[in-house]
């Protein structure tokens, strides 16, 4: 992978991450006030192996090409510091990403389409994008968004869902001119697990 392509797509990922983050945030009654900042890149997958990772701590288990690195951010907010967890990996030119941030009571009483609609808003925001399209989906019980923005340079394919309290963003990106053919695999992957007691 070409490490400053690889650098654009990760810190693009990060930028809707953080957008989605910011918005939905605002629609909870939360001022943001946090720099998107660009998270370090992973080494690029060395097979096309997929395997399935799983993260008991934040809920979830997906497949990826090669492990994921663990981000973590904090988020100041007039509510309160959230921490925005962010698992990242390269497959060539493409960045799979999961996001997972916990927003605690805040969310509670706020209409969870309000926070996704607002959280998808922020994304193609943050990467000054257009939004190709979305539809109302659910993972279980849960309620859901399947997204796709395009900027100038890059395409991401995302999913994200709220879980109680915990907004979990499900994001692939790749050079627009070359969408990545596993989008659909790895969106798909995403898993809820028990969390530990």
């Not at 993972?139 to 994200?160: A, C, K, T």
């Not at 969408?179 to 809820?192: E, G, R």
């Amino acid at each position: 992978m070409n490490l400053a392509k690889g650098t654009i797509v990760i810190a693009a990922l990060n930028a809707v991450l953080i957008g989605a983050l910011a918005v939905s945030l605002a629609f909870v009654g939360v001022a943001f006030a946090a720099p998107a900042q660009s998270p370090p890149v992973s080494t690029p997958a060395q097979s096309s192996a997929w395997k399935t990772y799983s993260y008991a701590a934040d809920g979830f288990s997906a497949s990826f090409p090669s492990e994921p690195a663990l981000q973590k951010q904090s988020v100041p907010t007039d509510a309160g510091t959230f921490e925005l967890r962010a698992y990242v990996a390269n497959d060539g030119d493409s960045a799979l990403y999961i996001g997972v941030c916990d927003y605690g009571s805040t969310a509670s009483n706020t209409d969870p389409d309000a926070i996704l609609n607002g959280a998808r808003d922020g994304a193609v925001e943050n990467v000054k994008g257009r939004l190709v399209s979305t539809k109302k989906i659910t993972f279980g019980v849960y309620p859901g968004l399947n997204y796709e923005i395009e900027s100038d340079s890059l395409h991401f394919s995302g999913r994200m869902y709220l879980v109680g309290s915990v907004l979990y963003q499900v994001v692939a990106a790749a050079p627009a001119a070359k969408p990545y053919a596993s989008s659909s695999k790895f969106l798909d992957s995403f898993q809820l697990i028990p969390r530990p007691a």
